[in-house]
């Protein structure tokens, strides 16, 4: 990192007023102390820095976080003058008064873009520090509040808002509410949360407020610019996605669930006898001996060797389920007590939740692994290569249940190895799929893993997200374009929904269909297309559950025509796609995009929350309503756009209205882009 000699600088300012602090620059950062409080600021990429601050001593590193260990280098300058200190680093300049307050502006016009806020002239200030015992603090950051701005990402929600301004999010990971704390600002900031501690932000009129219910110190990320230019900072502190495997670009089947090895080869054929493309086919939970065996189930599957081998020649990769909790009657289970696999507990038992396991009647008390252990990481991962990886050539993975699925969920209880649950309960899923990561990587494969929950960083791991176990209706599939959105602003490329959503859906519905057939359209523009869903009609949960048909050709005649259509639509788009996902790779753009992220300048483009980019040249109108059959959206000014479907032209900055069909959904091409879109 550069470090330019007039930084060695140390000033106090102490005599002029006896609430004043101490600036001093150290390391190539600027740091004020004051009031038994230790204030941090550096430079950590271009035009970007990372702020810290503890009570009671100096800055800890080590702590779990999101970002990379090494900063990128960048250059930068440090001047401590007129009782403030100031670090410049691009087109971001940081000042600290002299009560330790922070002001963030644009370098080039001065212009704010980011200030903390006292609650109170008294107390309490910008930053709170409520112990709650063993050096650690409830903790609280305050910001202002701006009357027009427009706040982005968070991650993944189905409250189905999209600017999140005026809402309280909890930041935790639930199934289908999958917490990464990074904000897009319209006001030309992106900004991260760099702490997995249990809390909520509150994106209130009269304040920004971001909580930790129990952490050793404040630590986030900020930096300058277009929304486009936050996601490629932000990715390179936190890593980029690696390039998607040209299978995984394709469609992938399943269902709750497959039974046998007969079941899901008879699938597979059918697919291939009508000559539909497919790129991938699950093999969901139970398929296992015990939870946490990690292995199949010779009694259902009996030679899954034979299995894969079969489906290499169909051209179909085989996704296994695997999740993170272990049975009490699983060959793995004592010895991971005994050397401390488990995530722990304060108080009681290393049990988390009840579930349905083979040979019982009943369900049984399954603990889970604990992800952020190394040893425990490399322990999981060693049965995963050896009965899945060696034997059969398994390479691809669906990481479920990976908030982890606690029941109840009491993160307070829990004690992992990366230190007490709610200081570093988020972080989790990301931990989880490193394992995956670091394991397949290690044996020369590619990576890609399907993970239920996410969290700042996951990314990098090679972490897909989808929406989790979702209802199957319209204004069920409407919320999704909203959390897809928010997803990608929130570093998340690799993402999808199950198509036609999970909890039921009945393939004989006329009412259904038309949602399964809309809904497919908007996966086959999706980052990832994947069919999924516990159709009616269901069973209870357990080792003998399945549920109804959920193929293209479950759907009756004039449906299964329409899918076929678009199955063959994402197979003509798969070179497209796989060029977007090396922009994601080697930018850290997602695929799916928010018009404004190509459009910042086109002000209404921020206000759309319905339509989106799928790379920079397509543009996605999905159709969200029951009977529709004309769609009405906004074409951002600044571009040509082309009706992909008739060739008529419309010039941005307008609203249109196009013919939408059952089998149609609206798609525009920007500027002559050529796709082939029509057949």
């Not at 035009?47 to 800055?59: C, E, S, T, W």
């Not at 502006?105 to 609650?119: S, V």
């Not at 959105?485 to 859906?505: A, E, K, Y």
Request: net charge negative; glycine share 10%; proline share 7%.
């Amino acid at each position: 990192m550069n470090q330019p000699a007039e930084n060695q600088t140390q000033v106090s300012l102490a005599q002029s007023s006896p609430t004043v602090g101490t600036f001093r620059e150290r390391d190539g950062g600027l740091e004020w102390s004051g009031r038994q409080e230790t204030l941090r600021v550096e430079p950590w990429g271009p035009d970007a820095v990372r702020v810290r601050a503890r009570l009671g001593g100096p800055i800890l590193e080590g702590l779990p976080g999101a970002l990379l260990d090494e900063a990128p280098d960048t250059s930068y300058t440090v001047k401590v003058e007129d009782g403030q200190g100031q670090l410049t680093v691009g087109a971001l300049t940081v000042l600290v008064n002299a009560e330790g307050l922070v002001r963030f502006l644009r370098t080039d016009d001065g212009g704010e873009l980011l200030a903390e806020e006292r609650a109170h002239f008294w107390w309490p200030g910008s930053r709170l520090y409520t112990a709650v015992g063993n050096g650690h603090h409830r903790l609280e950051q305050r910001f202002a509040a701006y009357e027009d701005e427009k706040l982005y990402g968070l991650g993944q929600h189905q409250h189905g808002r999209f600017d999140q301004k005026g809402l309280v999010l909890d930041l935790v990971q639930r199934n289908a509410e999958v917490s990464i704390p990074v904000l897009a600002s319209s006001r030309g900031y992106t900004l991260l949360w760099n702490n997995p501690a249990i809390g909520r932000v509150e994106l209130a009129h009269n304040g920004t407020r971001w909580v930790a219910d129990s952490a050793r110190q404040i630590d986030y990320w900020i930096t300058a610019g277009t929304p486009a230019d936050g996601q490629r900072r932000y990715s390179a502190a936190t890593g980029r996605t690696p390039m998607m495997p040209e299978w995984a670009a394709g469609f992938w089947q399943c269902k709750l669930r497959y039974r046998t090895q007969d079941e899901l080869l008879s699938v597979a054929r059918e697919y291939k006898r009508r000559g539909l493309p497919v790129s991938a086919i699950v093999c969901d939970f139970f398929h296992w001996t015990h939870l946490g065996d990690w292995k199949f189930d010779l009694t259902e599957w009996p030679d899954p060797a034979a299995m894969v081998r079969e489906l290499e020649e169909l051209g179909i990769k085989l996704v296994v389920s695997v999740w993170p909790s272990v049975s009490p009657l699983s060959e793995n289970h004592q010895l991971m007590e005994q050397r401390g696999y488990f995530i722990g507990t304060q108080y009681g038992p290393m049990a988390h939740a009840d579930w349905p396991d083979k040979e019982v009647a009943s369900t049984v008390q399954v603990a889970f692994y604990d992800a952020t252990n190394p040893e425990a990481r490399d322990f999981m991962w060693s049965r995963i290569r050896d009965n899945y990886l060696t034997p059969y050539g398994i390479t691809a993975f669906w990481l479920d249940a990976c908030e982890p699925e606690l029941k109840p969920g009491f993160p307070e209880n829990l004690r992992y190895w990366a230190g007490p649950g709610l200081e570093v309960g988020n972080c989790y899923p990301a931990e989880n799929s490193r394992a995956f990561h670091e394991g397949l990587t290690a044996e020369g494969e590619e990576v890609i893993t399907l993970n239920r929950s996410a969290w700042a960083g996951s990314q990098r791991h090679g972490a897909a997200l989808w929406s989790g176990d979702i209802g199957t209706d319209f204004p069920t599939l409407r919320r999704q374009i909203t959390a897809g959105l928010n997803t990608s602003l929130s570093g998340i490329p690799w993402w999808n929904t199950d198509i036609g959503g999970f909890h039921g859906g009945d393939p004989t519905d006329p009412a259904y269909r038309e949602v399964m057939v809309r809904w497919f359209q908007f996966g086959t523009l999706s980052p990832l297309m994947r069919l999924h869903g516990f159709r009616d009609p269901g069973m209870p949960l357990g080792p003998e559950m399945t549920g109804g048909p959920n193929e293209v050709w479950s759907y009756g005649e004039e449906a299964g025509v329409i899918l076929e259509r678009y199955l063959r639509l994402r197979e003509r788009l798969k070179p497209y796609v796989l060029k977007v996902m090396r922009e994601a790779h080697e930018e850290g753009l997602p695929p799916m995009r928010a018009l404004f992220l190509e459009f910042p300048e086109d002000h209404a483009a921020w206000s759309v929350d319905d339509a989106y980019l799928f790379g920079g040249d397509l543009l996605v109108a999905p159709v969200l309503t029951a009977g529709a059959t004309a769609r009405t959206t906004y074409l951002p000014a600044g571009a040509v756009w082309t009706d992909a479907w008739t060739g008529e032209t419309y010039e941005g900055g307008r609203t249109v209205t196009v013919d939408a069909p059952l089998d149609r959904i609206p798609l525009f091409l920007r500027d002559g882009a050529r796709l082939p879109v029509a057949e």
